[in-house]
């Protein structure tokens, strides 16, 4: 048995366009209030055009700062709020790396730190595709989550100090690509495992494993 550590955001897609969303409109805010503030003070004291340039400049390394620090913040803040209740899983398999045609086990853990219900757990199994294309002088990158199996298991009521406790069996199909990693081209075979909290934001974080091209020996009866 051999744990994986996760990877990316921990939160469900929905709850990260909800984190994203006001990341966004906290920096609109401030710098509508700031460049508003310098437009009442050019207004009133008559400022020159060269203290509005370093006004400006100065606006725009603040607001350069706190783009870095409030995306930070509001990622640790709804990040600390989903696991008040019940802590990020601990996620191991039975083989990585896993070679194509293998079934794993996997057995998530996850301590509950106070009373929760939660309504379901999802197991699943995603080969992540990432690529960098070029076009031209344009720069692009793209992704695409391929679902290759998911297990839907029904939740249930914890009480502080308990564990929930779930396991699953994985078949990798014969047919699919290993795991690739490359400057250009990225395939990421990866557990995810989406908690749903009734009253709570949604976990949903993803651990990397393994795949190697060799197809799994057939048990022979």
Known sequence: MQALQPSGDILDKHMSNVSMLIFWLGLVALAGGYFGFIGLLNVVLGLSDVALGISAL?????????????????NWVFNWL????IDLPTVSVSDNPAVIGDKVDVW???????????DSVTVSLVLHEWALL??????DITTHDNVIVSIPRPGGSYSRGNKMVEQVTLEIPPGNMHSLMTSTNQLIWQVSVRIVVKGGLNLAPRYPMTVQAQIAQTEVN
């Open 58 to 74: 100065i606006g725009l390394a603040f607001l350069l700062g706190f783009w870095l620090l409030w995306g930070r913040f509001t």
């Open 82 to 85: 989903a696991t008040l209740r």
């Open 108 to 118: 998530v853990e996850a301590p509950i730190k106070g009373n929760v219900n939660i």
């Open 134 to 139: 070029n076009i031209g002088t344009t720069t």
